[in-house]
């Protein structure tokens, strides 16, 4: 079957990094998407990865090894804006996305 | 900046009652698609749409699913007889170019309630 996996809750302080983590398992792979979403609010679009490495944009980062069936997003310098859930979603053989069920990202002053 | 919208906002329906859901995609995009997500669970991929036609489409989208472009801006997704179970916030997305290639820009998202 097809899997997402990501942790379910992390917290860290403003100003700080952090790094969230995906595995995925697609039958197929063409590329790896991040998206933000706020509660109650449709996601917004981050990253996109199908080479592997490491994509910088801005105070975001994210990174893909296909070997590893493994991406994570870098988040710098922390604002409490940043509070959201981030999801992981991967592109299968079928061109479709298969979602992660998110982390949710706690930012504390 | 040109973005997806989408009306209602909310929907409060009898189960058993047609719904339509509207959206209205970027102008220059030429695929779309609609998702739902159940309070507190995962994005779940319902179907995409191209050309006047369906392109790929989930499990969840049986019979009871139908989508339709009416004229040239108007996409919207039609649910014959509401379940319980189809109470979710609904996003219609669209994209220039097929998922993987590039960013699927998603609307705000109908939140539908069945009773």
């Known amino acids: 079957g097809q899997n997402i996996d990501q942790p379910t809750e992390m917290t860290a302080t403003e100003g700080a990094i952090v790094q969230i983590n995906c595995t995925y398992q697609t039958s197929g792979f063409n590329g790896l998407f991040w998206y933000q979403q706020h509660a109650g609010e449709a996601p917004t679009f981050l990253s996109y990865?199908?080479l592997d490495g490491l994509e910088e944009k801005g105070r975001f980062s994210s990174f893909l090894s296909r070997s590893k069936g493994y991406s994570y997003l870098l988040l710098k310098e922390l604002q409490m804006k940043d509070s959201a859930s981030y999801l992981c979603a991967a592109v299968d053989s079928n061109y479709q996305l298969i979602w992660g069920a998110g982390t949710k990202l706690i930012i504390k002053p | 900046e040109p973005e997806v919208t989408q009306t209602p906002s909310h929907q409060v329906t009898q189960m058993g009652q047609e719904v339509i859901l509207r959206c209205v995609p970027i102008?220059?995009?030429?695929?779309f698609y609609w998702y739902r997500q159940i309070l507190g669970q995962k994005v779940e991929f319902l179907v995409s749409f191209y050309n006047n036609e369906i392109s790929e489409k989930s499990e969840i989208f049986d019979d009871q699913f139908s989508v339709e472009r009416p004229d040239g801006s108007n996409f919207t997704l039609k649910i014959r007889s509401t379940k319980l179970e189809d109470s979710a916030m609904y996003f219609c997305?669209?994209?220039?170019?097929?998922?993987?290639?590039?960013?699927?820009?998603f609307g705000p998202g109908t939140r539908l309630t069945v009773l």
């Open positions: 102008s220059n995009h030429l695929y």
């Open positions: 997305a669209s994209s220039e170019r097929p998922e993987a290639y590039n960013e699927q820009f």
């Open positions: 990865n199908v």
